[in-house]
């Protein structure tokens, strides 16, 4: 004969107790995320905790971007925030040098018709003056689209967008 053991718990638990644990808990949550939604500096804290961050090459080109011979590579950028254009320089040992790296305004990307194919990036003499312009287009937060040129400035030693 087996003998069945049985254990009682001294502790009972009605699901009305659970219920307005439950209700409290949810009520809880609920007065956070409005504090949350109203205060900047805490949406941006919270946001920072849910959203990760990254970091992706959206569109690569390359040319001469002085005029003289020198190889540039140009990569749009994509991150969390962000977008921005870095621009490598190809040394003679054929490792790449950042020189610089531009943020562009707005943080969402687009793309435009260049030469007939859909481009999110592109490099192409504007102006005539034999050295060509970073081409990258983008939406601003209401969806707007923007084309912004950058073109070296000799003296200054930098890009600089073309403002015309």
Known sequence: MKRQLKLQSKFEVR????LSLAR????????IAMITV???ELRQSARGYLVQDYRKIVSTAQADLLGDGSQFT???VKTRDNIYLEIFQTLASGAPRLVERI?????RDAYFNFNGQASNLAIQDLN???RPEIL????DRNLVGRLDAFEYQQGLNEFRK???
């Open 15 to 18: 699901p009305e107790a659970w």
């Open 24 to 31: 409290f808990v949810m009520g809880g949550m609920a007065l």
């Open 38 to 40: 109203l205060q900047p």
């Open 74 to 76: 140009v990569a749009k």
């Open 103 to 107: 943020e562009i305004p707005d943080a």
């Open 128 to 130: 005539g003056d034999g």
């Open 136 to 139: 990258s287009p983008s939406f």
């Open 162 to 164: 073309v403002v015309r």
